[in-house]
């Protein structure tokens, strides 16, 4: 698509934007929806013991690993931020 819309592009920052911009906000789009996911998943195991029979509590491994995907879906959505809206890498300028 960035390629098609670089064609009719009539600046060299549409066509930065076009060619660029695009596939880097759709990649960070991505990633911020499987982070989303991994967390609320993570989030889900965690807090299902307070539901379930009384006196029932989760294995030491399944915690661990649910507290490791709560860390990393929390990093994943914070780099998602600073991905979509340019805070990490801005793109470039034309001259």
Avoid: C
Wanted: aromatic share 10%; no cysteine; hydrophobic share 60%.
């Amino acid at each position: 698509m960035g390629q098609i819309e670089s064609v009719n592009a009539a600046t060299t920052e549409a066509k930065i934007q076009a060619l660029y911009g695009d596939a880097w906000h759709m990649t960070a789009l991505v990633n911020g929806v499987l982070s989303t996911l991994a967390l609320l998943l993570a989030v889900f195991v965690l807090a299902r013991p307070a539901f379930g029979a009384p006196g029932r509590t989760l294995p030491t491994w399944v915690r661990a690993v649910s507290w490791a995907a709560v860390a990393l879906g929390a990093l994943g959505v914070l780099l998602f931020g600073l991905m979509y809206f340019d805070i990490l890498a801005p793109l470039p300028k034309a001259a």
